[in-house]
C-alpha cells in the first residue's frame, strides 16, 4: 500500500514539475489568423524542445486537433496528448483537426530545419546550419542564438555566427544591423548580395549604409577570388577529361597517322564495360560493390585494346598512307558500333553510380565545392600519361615503336616487325581510350553517343600540341579546359566553343606543327 502512494505522489510531482509549451503561445494555432500562426510556429520552434518538434512534426503530419473551447491535442492511436501539461487521455468530443496550407506547412519545415541545430549528431547539426545560410529570417533570430549559446564545434560555431548576423540584417534595431553586416564581412555566402545591396540604397541609418558598403566590397572580392579557383578547378577536371579522352588518339592519329573517326566509339565501349563490372559486383559481390573501379580499369583497357587490334588487322591494316580511306572506313565502324550498342543495352542511356568514396567534394574558400570524383579523375589522367610515357621512352616495346614512327624501312632492316608494332601501337592506343571512357562514366549517364562528344575535342587537342608529341597534348588539352571554363561565363557554352577553334585554325595556320614540332625523318 505504502509502495503504491510512494509511486502515486512521484506521478503527482512529475506532473507538477513538468514544463509543456505555454497555452499562450498554442492558442493562435486553433484561430484564424495566418500571421499569428506563422509566428506561433516560430515562437514555438525558438524553445528548442522535444514537446516543441513534436508537436511541429505532429502538425506537418496533420495530427493536431483542437477543441471548442480552444485547447490543443496530438492524436494518435485514439489517444490525446496535450502538449500544454503532458496529459495522455483519450481524445476529447467535439475536437476538429488543423488545416495547414502552403504558408503555414513552409514555416513548419523552416522551425524543424531550424531544430536540427540541437541534433546530437555533428554531421546534422552542420548540414542545418549551411542550410540555414540561405534562408534565414529574423523570425528565427532566437533560436539560432540559442543554438550558438550551446554549440561547443569551433567550424559549426562560427557558421551559425554568421547565420545569426544574417538573421539579424532585418531586425528593427539599427545597431544590431549595423552589427551584423560588420559580422558579415568574413562571409562567402553570395545570397548576401541582394539584401547588402538593399541596405546600401534605402536603409534610414546612415552606419549601416556605410557598414553594408565595406561589406558588400569584401564580399565581392571574395566572390571573385572564389570564382576564379573554381574555374581554374574545373578548367583542369575538364583539361583532365579531354586529355584522357585524346590521349589514345595522340598515339593512333598522331604516331601512326590513321584518322581514326571510331575513336569516340572506343570512349563509350569502355564506358559500358565499366557499366558491365558494376553490374557483376552488384549480383555476386554486392558487400564490395565500391571497388568496382578496380576490375573496370583493367576490363576496359583489354576489351577496347583488343577492338583496336581487331579492327587494324582486319581494316586499317590495308589503308596506311591513304587517309581519306580511313576516315570514311572508320567512320562506317562507328556507325557499326553504335548500333550494336543499341542493339545490345537499348538506346536509352545506363546509369554509372560512383562509389561512396568519391561521392560527395570537400568544402574550401567557404562555398567552393571540389567534388571528389572530379578529383579523382585529375589524379587518374596524371597517372596514365606517367604510365603512357613510360611505356614510349622506357620499355622496348616503346623503342620499337619510335623506330617504326621516324624511320619504318630502317626499322624493318634491323629486324623489327613492323606489322606487329603497328598492331600493338593500335592496340594501345584503343585500351587508352577505354581508360578515357572509364572515366567518362563516372562524370554522367553512359548511352551510344557518348564518344560523339568528345571526337572532335580530341582531334582539337592533338592537332594543337603537336602530332606524336606527348607533352603538347597534355597541355593542349590542359590549355583548352581552362579557356572553356574561363571563357563560358563571358561568352557563354557555344560562343566559347566557337571561339576556341576560330583560335585553333588561325594558330595551325601560322604553326603547322602545332605546340611542338615532331623531329626526326617523320618530320620531313
Request: overall charge neutral.
Amino acid at each position: 500500500m505504502l509502495r503504491k502512494l510512494f509511486l502515486i505522489a512521484c506521478l503527482c510531482f512529475a506532473r507538477a514539475g513538468y514544463a509543456g509549451i505555454p497555452p499562450d503561445m498554442l492558442a493562435p494555432l486553433a484561430g484564424d489568423d495566418p500571421d499569428a500562426r506563422v509566428a506561433a510556429i516560430a515562437a514555438i520552434g525558438a524553445l528548442a524542445t522535444d514537446d516543441a518538434t513534436r508537436l511541429l512534426t505532429a502538425l506537418q503530419n496533420g495530427d493536431v486537433y483542437t477543441t471548442p473551447d480552444g485547447k490543443l491535442y496530438i492524436v494518435t492511436d485514439d489517444k490525446a496528448y496535450n502538449p500544454a501539461t503532458g496529459a495522455i487521455t483519450a481524445p476529447p468530443d467535439g475536437i476538429d483537426g488543423i488545416m495547414i496550407n502552403n504558408r503555414l506547412r513552409g514555416a513548419i519545415e523552416e522551425a524543424l530545419s531550424a531544430l536540427k541545430m540541437f541534433s546530437p549528431d555533428r554531421a546534422q547539426r552542420l548540414a542545418a546550419v549551411t542550410e540555414l545560410q540561405k534562408t534565414a529570417t529574423l523570425a528565427q533570430a532566437p533560436l539560432i542564438e540559442k543554438a550558438l549559446a550551446r554549440e561547443q564545434d569551433a567550424e559549426i560555431r562560427e557558421l551559425l555566427r554568421l547565420v545569426a548576423a544574417t538573421a539579424n540584417l532585418q531586425s528593427p534595431q539599427a545597431a544590431k544591423r549595423k552589427a551584423a553586416v560588420e559580422a558579415l564581412a568574413d562571409s562567402s555566402n553570395a545570397n548576401l548580395r541582394p539584401a547588402l545591396q538593399a541596405m546600401l540604397t534605402s536603409d534610414a541609418d546612415q552606419n549601416v549604409r556605410v557598414a553594408a558598403a565595406h561589406t558588400l566590397q569584401a564580399l565581392d572580392s571574395r566572390l571573385a577570388r572564389t570564382e576564379f579557383v573554381g574555374n581554374l578547378f574545373y578548367g583542369v577536371s575538364l583539361g583532365s577529361v579531354l586529355l584522357l579522352a585524346a590521349l589514345g588518339l595522340a598515339i593512333t592519329f598522331g604516331l601512326m597517322g590513321i584518322i581514326n573517326m571510331a575513336h569516340g566509339e572506343l570512349l563509350m565501349i569502355g564506358a559500358y564495360t565499366t557499366y558491365l563490372c558494376q553490374l557483376a559486383f552488384r549480383r555476386w559481390a554486392p558487400d564490395a560493390l565500391d571497388w568496382y573501379l578496380a576490375a573496370a580499369l583493367p576490363a576496359a583497357f583489354i576489351v577496347t585494346a583488343l577492338v583496336g587490334i581487331v579492327l587494324e588487322r582486319t581494316v586499317i591494316r590495308w589503308l596506311y598512307g591513304r587517309p581519306l580511306e580511313t576516315l570514311l572506313a572508320t567512320w562506317g565502324i562507328s556507325l557499326i558500333l553504335m548500333q550494336a550498342v543499341r542493339t545490345i543495352f537499348g538506346a536509352q542511356n545506363v546509369e554509372v553510380a560512383n562509389p561512396a568514396w568519391m561521392s560527395g567534394g570537400v568544402t574550401v574558400l567557404g562555398s567552393l565545392v571540389l567534388a571528389y570524383n572530379r578529383i579523382a579523375i585529375i589524379v587518374f589522367a596524371a597517372l596514365v600519361v606517367a604510365g603512357v610515357w613510360l611505356i614510349l621512352n622506357k620499355t622496348r616495346l616503346g623503342l620499337f615503336v619510335r623506330a617504326v614512327m621516324q624511320n619504318r624501312r630502317m626499322a624493318g632492316c634491323v629486324g623489327v616487325s613492323t606489322a606487329k608494332i603497328d598492331m600493338m601501337t593500335f592496340g594501345l592506343g584503343s585500351g587508352i581510350a577505354g581508360l578515357g571512357g572509364v572515366a567518362l562514366s563516372q562524370l554522367g549517364n553512359v548511352g551510344p553517343d557518348l564518344g560523339q562528344g568528345y571526337i572532335v575535342d580530341s582531334f582539337m587537342v592533338v592537332v594543337l600540341g603537336g602530332v606524336g608529341q606527348l607533352a603538347g597534348t597534355v597541355i593542349a588539352a590542359l590549355g583548352l579546359g581552362e579557356a572553356n571554363k574561363f571563357l563560358e561565363p563571358v561568352a557563354g557554352a557555344v560562343l566559347a566553343k566557337i571561339a576556341i577553334l576560330v583560335f585553333i585554325i588561325i594558330f595551325i595556320q601560322k604553326r603547322p606543327q602545332g605546340l611542338f614540332a615532331m623531329k626526326g625523318r617523320s618530320a620531313e
